[in-house]
């Protein structure tokens, strides 16, 4: 793989399902931003010389609250459902995206 022809994403997205990428393969690729959702809970790591630090703010999305949407939708998805919670958040993130222009 040549990182000068095919860069590394801006953010990766991991999600433990069923397996987990080692984090040192994202260090390896030099992917900037990794968000990990684990046992309920989200965590955004920025990586700041050559390892993952825990931040809570996205540099990819800074004007959004990442961590607060991700924990709302996760509370409502138990209360109203997840396709109703999915909708709200969709206009809470339209609003916000609103009040910034």
Known sequence: MDLAIDPPPDLAIEVDVTSKTQIDAYVSLGVPELWV???????IYVLQSGQYQSVFASRTFPSLPVLVLVQAVLEESGTIGRSPALRALRQKVRQILRDLT
């Open 37 to 43: 959702y684990h046992e309920g809970s989200l965590k």
